[in-house]
């Protein structure tokens, strides 16, 4: 955000502490709108326990924790398109239609992945 005397280019340490709050703000705004971040919180937190009680390798830490962040990214997109379209428009639209369609089935390919990563590195642990 730029004010008064700074030009688009200057580096201002206000600025960049205000975009963290505003990030905040909207991970808490999240939280406490969408029922699902609660679940994704759940299963997010029941991964990172179930990692450090297997002793899972660096290398698996890192695909458990990629995973989990590509659901949350996807989640958040998710929750503002669904957001931004019901600005747009409350009525039925088929393009709002699609383009929420889309973003939920980001979130289902995002689940998909994480769930299959989380098989493959879990599922040999529990088998033995």
Do not use: Q
């Amino acid at each position: 955000m730029i004010t008064g005397n700074e030009s688009p280019n200057s580096f201002s340490l206000k600025a960049r502490l205000k975009s963290f709050r505003y990030a905040f703000e909207g991970l808490t705004g999240f939280f406490a709108a969408e029922h699902n971040a609660i679940i994704h919180l759940c299963i997010t937190i029941f991964a990172f326990i179930a990692a450090a009680f297997f002793g899972v390798s660096k290398g698996e830490w890192i695909a458990i924790i990629l995973a989990t962040g590509f659901v949350w990214v996807t989640e958040l997109f998710n929750t503002a398109i669904e957001r931004l379209s019901d600005i747009v428009s409350k009525d039925f639209h088929p393009g709002i239609k699609f383009t929420k369609d889309v973003s939920a089935a980001a979130v289902l390919v995002a689940a998909a992945t994480a769930f299959l990563t989380g098989a493959i590195i879990f599922l040999p642990k529990i088998l033995r």
